[in-house]
């Protein structure tokens, strides 16, 4: 794989990763997202629609929550996750947690992760999780981490610590294991950045992750309400600066067109696509303008006058204060409205 970086401007990064899967030949572009799927396949679309969609991700995303109960039916097909779901040529990223179902929190340990699938729990040690990868098969796969230490309202340094620790052992078992592997030296194993909202471990986190041989870099507990946004934004530019220029940075549970673009402007390159299932989910249909102003404020004073600025920064307030897992944001429209 290699990140060559066309143009860098305002902490955003334009480019392309190349040399792509086990056979080295795809190619995607950066900033770029995710293609969100359901135990592998896209929501509400049959593969043969999705594959006339114009533009499609060149990476679609697993999670392993959805996958580790049916790891033994995988073991035995010996071919990988891929063939096995109808997406042989597709680029797979296996990530650890569906960003639409959060985990219940308090099941991490010195050995474990646990993950939720439809029968409950699943316990993985890095032996159990890397065994499991073996039988999946992906391009890319996010290592195991401690990221419970931000779903604390208020993240003691203590536990930002521990989290970080934990996380590093996690990624070194996994390294170790993946060496031993014949399967999986062609897959790519992602490390995660925890650390909480305590700015020494993040930088801790970032900068111990790097000296690994990782494939990228998943930035890990952005998502959510827990951490007041500006507190979230100069951790992250802080945190994407720490980082090699010439490996891809994921971050997780931000899908948002908002919390995407002020993500880009601070470094990060892919993100995951849920927020239109989520909008699909609760009845809901995306409508708003695809058109970028460098001053959106100062455009709108000029074109249409006061009352146009005071609806966009009512609009802009009410997105940053909505929570899009729950609620309508101004993105979207109800479409049980409309059909009254």
């Known amino acids: 794989m290699k990140l060559s970086l066309i143009k860098v401007g305002n902490g955003c990064r334009l480019g392309k990763i190349k040399n792509l899967g086990k056979t080295r030949d795809h190619t995607m572009d950066i900033p770029g997202c995710l293609l969100y799927t359901k135990t592998g396949s896209a929501p509400h679309l049959t593969h043969h629609t999705l594959h006339n969609i114009h533009r499609l991700p060149a990476m679609a995303q697993l999670t392993l929550s959805s996958l580790a109960e049916h790891h033994e039916v995988l073991t035995e097909y010996k071919e990988g996750v891929g063939k096995f779901i109808g997406m042989p040529e597709s680029l797979l990223y296996c990530s650890l947690h569906d960003p639409v179902s959060p985990c219940p929190a308090g099941y991490v340990t010195n050995k474990s992760v646990s993950v939720w699938g439809a029968g409950g729990r699943v316990e993985m040690t890095a032996s159990k999780f890397m065994a499991i990868q073996q039988a999946l098969q992906p391009d890319w796969f996010q290592c195991l981490s401690d990221g419970e230490a931000s779903c604390a309202e208020v993240t003691s340094i203590k536990r930002a610590r521990k989290s970080v ?92 067109p908002d919390e995407v673009l002020e993500c880009v402007e601070r470094g990060v390159d892919l993100f995951e696509s849920f927020f239109p299932y989520q909008v699909t989910e609760r009845g809901c249909a995306l409508t708003f303008s695809f058109d970028f102003q460098p001053n959106p404020e100062e455009t709108l004073w000029q074109q249409n006058g006061t009352q146009e600025e005071i609806k966009y ?28």
Request: charged share 30%; proline share 2%.
């Open 165 to 256: 620790d934990r996380s590093l052992l996690f990624l070194d078992s996994c390294l170790q294991l993946q060496e031993k592997s014949e399967v999986l030296q062609k897959s790519l194993i992602i490390g995660v950045i925890e650390g909480g909202d305590v700015m020494e471990e993040r930088l801790r986190s970032a900068r111990e992750t790097a000296k690994r041989p990782v494939g990228g870099f998943l930035l890990d507990g952005f998502q959510g309400n827990l951490m007041a946004t500006e507190t979230g934004l100069h951790l992250l530019s802080s945190v994407t600066a720490e980082l090699p220029e010439d490996k891809p940075r994921l971050i997780c549970g931000v899908s948002r």
């Open 313 to 340: 920064l009512d609009q802009t307030e009410k997105i940053k204060t909505t929570d899009c897992t729950q609620e309508m944001t101004s993105f979207e429209i109800n479409l049980k409205e409309k059909n009254q």
